[in-house]
Every structure is written in C-alpha cells, then in structure tokens.
C-alpha cells in the first residue's frame, strides 16, 4: 500500500499493471463527493467503460453496490448471452430483487420450498459468499464474451457503509479477475476510513490512500409530514408483496425515521432482520438487528409478539455466523441473550415460544459454546421436551416437536461417541413421522432425518449404510448440493471413483460455486488417472479459495503424475507457506529437488521433515541418497540403520538391508538408489 497526496486523473490510473489498482479517496460524505466521482470518471480514456454505484448499506441494502453495478448492464447480458442469465439465476434474484417475477430459479431445495412454519433449516452463512462467486464468474464470461481487452473502471460510493455481502463482491472480484478483466476500483470513503479499507483490497491489488479536499453538504432529508405521507403511500401500494417489501426496505426506514415513527422503524428493521436471516445473510441481517431489541423495549415495550420474535431471528443470526466461526465473543453474547430471556419468559409466553427459545438455548450450549456443554444442552432439550408433552397443541404438531427435540438430543449422543443411540433417536423419529404426519407434512425435516442417519454412519465407518440413506435423504431434496457432494466423499472412500465423480459434478451443477466440491473433484480424478481434469478441478477450487491447502497439495500431486516437477514444486511450495509442518509435502518436494539435482534444497526438505515425523523409514531411507549423491556416506550409511529401526519385515525392509549393504561394501564410493516419492 502506498499513501499519496496528489490525485491523478482516472485517465492516469493504470490498469494493465501486474496487480489490479485500487484507489481509496478519503472524502466527506455527501452530493459533492458524488459528483466528484463521476466528473472523474469522465476523463477515463474513451475505451475504458465506468460504473457509477452507491454501496451506502442505509440507502440501498444489502446487495447496494451489486446492485447499481448489474442493473445497467442486466439488459445487455440477457439479451446477448441468455444462457448465462439461465445458468445465474439463483445469484441475480437475489441482488435485484425484481426479477422473480420475470425469472425461475433452476432446481429449488426444500429449504427453498418451505413454508414458514416447515422451515427447519437455514442455509449456512457461506451460501451468501457462493452468490459473490457466482456473480463473479457471471462477469467474468460476459466480460470475456463482449468485452474482453478494454478496461473497466468503477467507482463505488459510500465504500465504508457497505455491507458484508457487498464489499465482499467487489475484494473478490478484484481478487479473482481483476487483472485479466482489466477491472480497477475507486472507493470513496469517508476521511479515516481510508487505510483500513486499503488494507483489505492490499494482498491482491496495488493500492493508494488519498485525501480528496471537498466542501461539505447537508444531506437531504424530508419533513415529518411529507416523510409520514410518503412512506404511509409507499406502504399501500406493497401491501404484503415480500418482493416490494425488500424492494423499498431502506427507504421505508429512511422515510419512517424522517417521519419520527419509531414503531414504524423497528417493524421494517425486523422484517430486514427476519428476511435476510431466513436467506442466510446472517452478518447483514444484523445490520437491521443491533440495537433492535432495546428500541422495541423503550418505544413498544407492549407488544411482547414483536419483542419475541426479534430475539428468536437475534439468536438465529448469531447461530449463523456460528456456524461461520464469528468466534467465542458471539457466542457468549448470543447465550446470555438466551439465558436472560429463557429466566425472563419462560413462565409467561406461550408455549410454542418456550419450545422454541428452550431449544435455541439447548444449541448454544451443546453446539456453539467452547468447549461445549453436552450435558447443559441436553437439560434445555429435556425441558423442552416435558413442555411439548404437556402442551395444550395439536397431536400431529406435538409428534412433530418431539421428533424436532429428540434430533438436537441425538446430535449430542452423536459428539459423545455414543453412536446407536443417536441413529436410534433419528430412526424413532422417522417412524413417528411416518405414523403421525400425511406424507407432504414436514419433508424438508424428514429429509434432514435421513442424512443425519447417513452421517452417523459415516463417522462409525458404515458406508454401506451411509448410502442408503443419503439416496432417500436425495429422493425427498433432489437438488441439494451438500448431499452430492457429502455422498460423493463416501464414494471414494469405497474407491467407487466414476460414481463419486458423478456426484461431484452435479452438485456443482445444483449450486453457485463452492470450493470444497472442486477439492474433491480434483482427488477424485487425481485417483482415477484424469491428471489434466485434477489439475483443472483443484485450480477451480485455488480460485475460489487460494487457502485451500488440500487443493494445493492435491495439484501438486497431479502435476507431479503427469511430468511437469517445476509446477509441482511451485505448488508444494505454496502448500507449506499456508502450513509449514506438512512433513509429506516436505518429503515430495524433497523428492522432486533430487530428481532435479538439486541435492542441498533436497536435503533441507528431508531434514525438516525428519525433523516434523522422526518415525517414518522412507524419510531416513530418502534422505540416505541425498547424502550419497553428496558424498555423505557416513551419514548416509546411518540414516539407512534409522530406516531399518523403524521399518517392519517387508519388500521396503528388504530394499534398505540391500541398499546399505552396498554402502558398506563400496564404503566411499558412489552408490545410486531411486529416490521413493512419500
């Protein structure tokens, strides 16, 4: 990162450079600032095309700068490339909301499909990152179709107000196709802000922090009567629209603020908090959540139905951002928010609620704490459990809450290694299912039942068993990519390759990107031989997630079978930056350096990795030869009795006792063993 003081034209910020540039204006906030902006991306040069968008979280929403960069550009694509408007559909009815009432999302999942009171399932937070990955990949094939030599230029307001989703989108697009699409950023920030927003734009583009001088202006604002009549109008024409809802979501607030409601604030912050949670954007619904709470207590504190429900979505969010380790400071948070309330309402709210927050406690404890509370969980779970046995409610929906109950006890037997009981308490509750319930009541959680069922088995190494119920879980959720993927690893554990590769492929079919799926993609045809289609598959997953050491290591290995060492070696590098006590990837490395001749980084590799797993004959019977190419004989002759110390009666025993044989007989002379890859 480098600071400046002077402000070049876009005219001279390059952009064909080694690593993508992104500028940072420090600037106040306001019309000035965005005229600003866009007065400067007049003097680009005549092929570079400009984007003006907002990222301004208040104004816009979630998917503010998204937004604003797709919709010019949305026409164009469906009308020249319709196959990608088809293949992205999941990802653009999400950041421009309108278009479900013009597009069909391909292959929806139960979780998709199910009605409120049947949806028992939320989608892991990083399902809103494999948006961002597949809106990128949307760019990038259009770009690269209609557009793809001359450079792109977009200023993005209000940087520093985005929301997560949102600036993720534009980190990653730089990341990922900033250099070969051409693809440069301004981000105005408000003054201070500017070096930390650099900084995480820094290990992937070449950044400048400037102070930008401009006069300040007053924000426009509405008064209380024309906000009130404005807003209450806007409202009559929604109705209850959830599209139109998410639509007018931040004016509505701005409106109702300007207004002087805050009745009206808190019920459109908590539909922004209940929907975007329902969707997974967990981090973001908490924008429209924080603080929430306590103004529903000061301006509403009567209505205990609206109080209830915002902690329920609170503890459903930081559950979500849980599951993407948010860390321990949120997990604390979440559980006194659940004790408090538990101590608080459990004698005064109806009993559906007290089900519910019991449950929601029991997770926190057993699930999320660190360490966790198996037995504090499983005392909520059994409360809970009393309350529905007792609980003045329907038969068929008593079955169903304590089938519900009992799925969080056997997740619990399941961490306490107590195996049976948990396949037995998910099996039970199939069956009560079956008996109690019509077979259209509660599929998504009947589905959920058998892929439990499927990984329990798993974790106890009955794959057999794991099968079947992974293609009945399948059978009722066909288009959810967790299970192809999940049942393709079962697969190559059975060494049954082409049907894993199968599923592989069609879980990446079923789902914007994800990089785990083309991991395993990539061992999958490393194993069958299809070294080019590896290599492909495991660059695919480096793409989406340069961290994956697996990946790394695995396309190593492939570049290693099909004859390119200087790749390999580049990768296994790469692999022990991430993680440098990876001893195998010290020793394969090692390996490739002897076959190169390059005996002194050969023995560094194996000494590290003798160093990191001292046990382990083939490095002492490796690293013998490095010291006999280097006249070491000596050395070499001790590391071969090492290997033999440690190496059981067998063909490799028989090589290292013939080995050091020679060593012994030729004494100082040159002896030549292969070097065996670990």
């Known amino acids: 990162m480098t600071m400046a003081t002077a402000l070049p034209t876009a005219a001279e910020i390059g952009i064909r450079l080694e690593k993508p540039r992104v500028q940072v204006w420090n600037a106040v906030l306001g019309e000035s600032r965005q005229r600003f902006l866009k007065e400067r991306l007049l003097t680009c040069p005549c092929e570079t095309r400009t984007f003006y968008v907002s990222c301004n979280f208040e104004k816009a929403g979630v998917w503010a700068g998204v937004g604003g960069f797709f919709d010019p550009i949305f026409s164009a694509i469906a009308s020249e490339r319709p196959d990608l408007i088809e293949k992205h559909t999941f990802e653009l009815v999400h950041i421009l909301p309108r278009l479900r009432r013009v597009l069909t999302v391909r292959n929806p999942t139960l979780t998709d499909l199910a009605s409120n009171d049947e949806k028992v399932r939320n989608y892991a937070a990083d399902r809103a990152f494999r948006i961002v990955h597949g809106l990128i990949d949307l760019v990038a094939s259009w770009k690269s179709h209609v557009d793809p030599l001359s450079p792109w230029m977009i200023a993005c307001d209000d940087f520093d107000r985005a929301g997560v989703v949102d600036s993720q989108f534009f980190r990653e697009l730089i990341r990922r196709r900033g250099k070969t699409l051409h693809i440069s950023l301004i981000l105005a920030v408000s003054p201070g802000n500017g070096v930390s927003t650099a900084i995480a734009f820094s290990p992937y583009a070449q950044t400048e922090v400037l102070d930008v001088s401009l006069p300040e202006t007053a924000p426009v604002c509405l008064d209380i009567q024309t906000a009130a009549q404005t807003a209450e109008q806007r409202e009559l024409e929604i109705g209850n629209d959830t599209v139109l809802k998410q639509i007018h979501l931040p004016s509505l607030i701005q409106l109702w603020t300007w207004a002087e409601r805050p009745d009206k604030v808190i019920r459109w912050r908590y539909f922004g908090l209940s929907f975007y949670c329902n969707l997974g954007f967990y981090a973001d619904a908490m924008r429209y959540g924080n603080g929430l709470l ?336 280097l006249g070491r004989h000596g050395e070499s002759a001790r590391d071969l009795q090492m290997a033999l110390a440690f190496c059981p009666v067998g063909a490799m025993r028989e090589e290292i006792e013939a080995c050091l044989h020679a060593r012994m007989e030729q004494n100082s002379s040159r002896v030549t063993c292969e070097v065996a890859s670990t």
């Open 294 to 629: 306590e103004e529903a207590a000061k301006h509403m504190p009567q209505d205990d139905h609206l109080r209830w429900w915002i902690i329920i979505k609170t503890l459903n969010a930081n559950t979500g951002m849980l599951d993407a380790d948010a860390g321990l400071d949120l997990a604390e948070r979440a559980q006194r928010l659940a004790e408090e309330e538990t101590a608080h309402l459990i004698g005064t709210v109806p009993v559906a609620w007290k089900i519910q927050l019991l449950y929601l406690t029991a997770m926190l404890y057993a699930r999320y704490k660190q360490p966790r509370d198996l037995l504090k969980g499983e005392e909520y779970l059994n409360m809970g459990y009393q309350v529905i046995q007792t609980a003045d409610i329907p038969e068929g929906e008593r079955h169903f809450q304590s089938v519900f109950n009992r799925n969080g006890l056997a997740m619990i037997r399941s961490f306490q290694g107590r195996s049976q009981e948990a396949l037995d308490l998910c099996m039970d509750g199939i069956q009560k299912l079956d008996a109690y319930l019509t077979a259209d009541q509660h599929r998504l959680h009947r589905s959920i039942l058998n892929y439990n069922i499927a990984q329990v088995y798993v974790a106890i190494g009955r794959l057999e068993e794991a099968l079947r119920y992974f293609h009945v879980a399948m059978e009722m959720d066909p288009n959810y990519s967790e299970y192809y993927n999940e049942r393709g690893n079962v697969y190559l554990r059975l060494g049954r390759q082409e049907e894993a590769r199968s599923d592989y492929l069609r879980a990446i079919e079923l789902s914007p990107p994800y990089h785990e799926v083309f991991t395993n993609l990539g061992q999958c045809c490393r194993k069958l031989g299809r070294f080019a289609e590896a290599v492909e598959a495991y660059s695919r997953a480096l793409d989406l997630e340069p961290n994956d050491s697996l990946a790394l290591v695995g396309r190593a290995n492939a570049y290693e079978l099909s004859d390119n060492p200087g790749a390999a070696i580049a990768d296994y590098t790469a692999a022990l930056e991430h993680d440098s006590k990876q001893w195998e990837v010290l020793a394969n490395r090692g390996a490739l350096h002897y076959e190169a001749k390059d005996h002194l980084a050969s023995l560094s590799d194996f000494d590290r990795a003798i160093e990191l797993c001292s046990q382990e004959p083939n490095l002492y019977f490796n690293r013998s030869m490095v010291l006999a190419e």
